[in-house]
C-alpha cells in the first residue's frame, strides 16, 4: 500500500499523473522570448539559437514576417499619393507579395555568401544552418521598415531597419563563428552587399509605375524614375 501511495505521489509531482506542472511553452513564446531578447540588445540569445535545431524554421518565419511588415509600409506609403501608374493593387502584388517572397530567398544568399566566406576565406568551423538560425533572427529589425509608412520619415526609417539589421547580424556572425571582428566584418559585409545589389535589381523588375518592383520597404523604390 505504502509503495502504490509513493507511486501515484510520484506520477503527480511529474505531471503524469496530475496537471499540477505548468504547460511547457510553445514554439510561438519561444520565439517571442528570443525576439525580446534581442530587443533588449541581449546578445547571449544568439549562443542559445546556434544549438537550438528547431530554430531553423523560426529563423525563416522572422525573415518572411518582417519582409511582409516592409511590404506593408510600402503599401501604406502608396496609398497616401495619387501618382500617375501607382495602383495600391499592383503594390500589393508586387510590393507585399512579390517582395515578400524576393527578400527571404535573397536573405538566403546573404547568408550563403557570408557562410562561403567564413569557412573559404577565414577557417571557420560554423554550419550553414547555425548561421541562418542567427542571421534569420538577427533580421527581426527590417520589420521597422512599415514605418515608411510615414512619408516624411520612410528614408530614415528604411536607412535605420536594414542598418540595425546589418550590426545585430555581424554580432550574430561574430559570436557564433569564433572568428575575429574584422573577419565578421568582411564576411557579412560581403553578404550584405550582395542582398543590396539583389534587391536594387529586383525593384527595377515589374515597376509599378516608375516608382519600384519587386521589393519591400525602402527597397522597392528604384533610382531611374
Given at each position: ?198 534587391m536594387g535589381a529586383f525593384a527595377n523588375v515589374a515597376e509599378a509605375g ?9 527597397l522597392f523604390f528604384s533610382l531611374d524614375f
Amino acid at each position: 500500500m505504502n509503495r502504490r501511495l509513493r507511486t501515484q505521489a510520484t506520477l503527480r509531482g511529474t505531471g503524469r499523473g496530475g496537471s499540477s506542472n505548468p504547460r511547457a511553452p510553445s514554439g510561438y513564446q519561444v520565439l517571442a522570448g528570443w525576439l525580446a531578447r534581442v530587443a533588449r540588445f541581449d546578445f547571449t540569445v544568439f549562443d542559445e539559437v546556434k544549438e537550438e535545431r528547431t530554430a531553423t524554421a523560426s529563423a525563416v518565419l522572422v525573415v518572411l514576417v518582417s519582409s511582409l511588415f516592409a511590404g506593408l509600409g510600402t503599401l501604406f506609403w502608396s496609398m497616401q499619393h495619387d501618382f500617375p501608374g501607382l495602383d495600391t493593387a499592383d503594390v500589393i502584388v508586387k510590393a507585399v507579395i512579390g517582395g515578400t517572397i524576393v527578400q527571404t530567398g535573397v536573405f538566403l544568399a546573404w547568408v550563403y555568401l557570408t557562410h562561403l566566406l567564413l569557412v573559404r576565406a577565414f577557417g571557420a568551423e560554423v554550419l550553414f544552418q547555425e548561421l541562418l538560425r542567427v542571421m534569420g533572427l538577427a533580421f527581426a529589425p527590417v520589420a521597422l521598415s512599415i514605418f515608411v509608412a510615414i512619408a516624411p520619415l520612410a528614408v530614415p526609417f528604411g536607412v535605420l531597419s536594414l542598418s540595425t539589421a546589418f550590426l545585430f547580424s555581424h554580432i550574430a556572425v561574430e559570436r557564433i563563428s569564433g572568428v575575429t571582428t574584422r573577419e565578421a566584418s568582411i564576411a557579412n559585409l560581403g553578404g550584405f552587399a550582395a542582398f543590396l545589389v539583389f534587391m536594387g535589381a529586383f525593384a527595377n523588375v515589374a515597376e509599378a509605375g516608375v516608382f519600384g518592383g519587386l521589393a519591400p520597404g525602402i527597397l522597392f523604390f528604384s533610382l531611374d524614375f
